[in-house]
């Protein structure tokens, strides 16, 4: 069964950078049937998709975050990485990392997030 | 941008059937598959419709998706409503590489 673990400060500084990583268990990242992606959710409020890989290299991020966001992937330790830099306190948020199936399925686009990990609470305070 | 807006809530009461909307704000949300999620307090999301109307194994037949052209909206249906199906529900889709979710919908069960 894949399980994904997210870890990582839970505190980090305005200006600072964020840097979380994603563990893999059941499931390699290196497959080439699924996408790896980053989802956060500041405190009482709705899911932002934050940016997605693909075992080849990969990446796509969200418009409004592409400036300050770094995906990268170590398969060696079966884990993915997030660094977003210069931080402020609308970054506070639960991340969660997640499988993501993304595909052409009968002319239509399936991206879809499933499992995802239980979520790490990272809060931006001096 | 490609939005997807959701009412803030519903609420209903054990046994009936509700209806959660789920609406792009342009293009054609049946371009790309929708998807739901439901997630409880303190817990991560977890899928209860994929690809418009597929139910993942382990999700009850009370959940049903569907997606509606004329209105351009998905709709996420539970019928003999839980007190445990109290909840808040996302959809999400796709446009150009990039993951939408809507905004999210309260579920109150009472």
């Known amino acids: 069964q894949l399980q994904l673990q997210e870890s990582g400060p839970g505190l980090v500084k305005p200006s600072e950078t964020l840097s979380l990583t994603c563990t893999v268990s059941g499931g390699s990242i290196s497959s080439r049937s699924y996408y790896w992606g980053w989802i956060r959710q500041p405190p009482g409020m709705g899911l932002e998709w934050i940016g997605s890989?693909?075992?080849?290299?990969?990446?796509y991020y969200n418009p409004s975050l592409r400036s300050r966001v770094t995906i990268s992937v170590d398969t060696s330790k079966n884990q993915f990485s997030l660094k977003l830099s210069s931080v402020t306190a609308a970054d506070t948020a639960v991340y969660y990392c997640?499988?993501?199936?993304?595909?052409?399925?009968?002319?239509?686009?399936?991206?879809?997030?499933?499992?995802w990990g239980q979520g790490t609470l990272v809060t931006v305070s001096s | 941008n490609f939005m997807l807006t959701q009412p803030h809530s519903v609420s209903e009461s054990p046994g009936k059937t509700v209806t959660i909307s789920c609406t792009g704000n342009?293009?054609?949300?049946?371009?790309?598959?929708v998807q739901w999620y439901q997630q409880r307090p303190g817990s991560a999301p977890t899928t209860v419709i994929y690809?418009?109307?597929?139910?993942p194994s382990g999700v009850p037949g009370r959940f049903s998706g569907s997606i509606d052209s004329s209105s351009n909206s998905a709709s996420l249906t539970i019928s003999g409503l839980k007190t445990e199906d109290e909840a808040d529900y996302y959809c999400q889709s796709y446009d150009t590489s990039i993951g939408v979710f809507g905004g999210g919908t309260k579920l109150t069960v009472l």
């Open positions: 342009s293009g054609s949300i049946a371009s790309n598959y």
């Open positions: 890989f693909f075992y080849s290299g990969s990446t």
């Open positions: 997640a499988r993501q199936l993304w595909f052409e399925v009968r002319n239509r686009t399936l991206n879809w997030f499933d499992p």
């Open positions: 690809e418009n109307n597929q139910r």
